[in-house]
């Protein structure tokens, strides 16, 4: 039997994000969870790297790589890694375009919020183990300009990404980058935060097979 899926869209309806357990000096989401009450997700050691399959078209494989690189970054002791996979089947995240590939250009210097969105789906069973690769969606909007689509998509491929790590739920703080939608460029303290939380606390949802 299966739960709902986690279905996040950028602009979409998750709201408030994190799960904040021990006290720290960096301020973090709010603990509400409108989803599963008490219920974490995060890769253990004995899962990592996080193996990552990019949609081969388009730049998606450095669009991935730059969201994973930047997750690791914020862990001090390599508490989460990742690395692009050629077999998708092997993967423990699938990322693909939704719609149409965008081509490649010079990104926006101001960005564009809206020009693109993403999608994480993550299938969890009533055992609390998730039953599948998680899989990540990236879609262009229409009524953007190229540049404007290529500023955005790092940006809102690097928050999937965060929801690929365990941060199921939007930050409430409309400066995070996993605010939904994020209209900043990497991870904020608060993200910081709440990420190095998870990390150091007993996840109770299992990663899908290996
Ligand atoms: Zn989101």
Known sequence: MRRPAFLCWLLGALAGCGEVLTPSRT??????????????????????????????RGNMAALVAHGVGLWERQFLYGEFRGALVADSNAADVIVVWQDSVPPAAPPDTAGAVGACDGVTTILIDSASAITEALRVELRVQPGFTLAQVAACLPRVAAHEVGHTIGLLRHSSGPD???SGPPRVDAPTARDRATAEVLYHTQPTITPPPP
């Open 176 to 178: 995070d980058l996993m």
């Open 27 to 56: 301020p973090r989401y709010p603990a509400d969870h409108p989803t599963l009450p008490g219920e974490f997700f995060r890769w253990t050691t004995d899962r990592l790297p996080v193996r990552y399959f990019a949609d081969t």
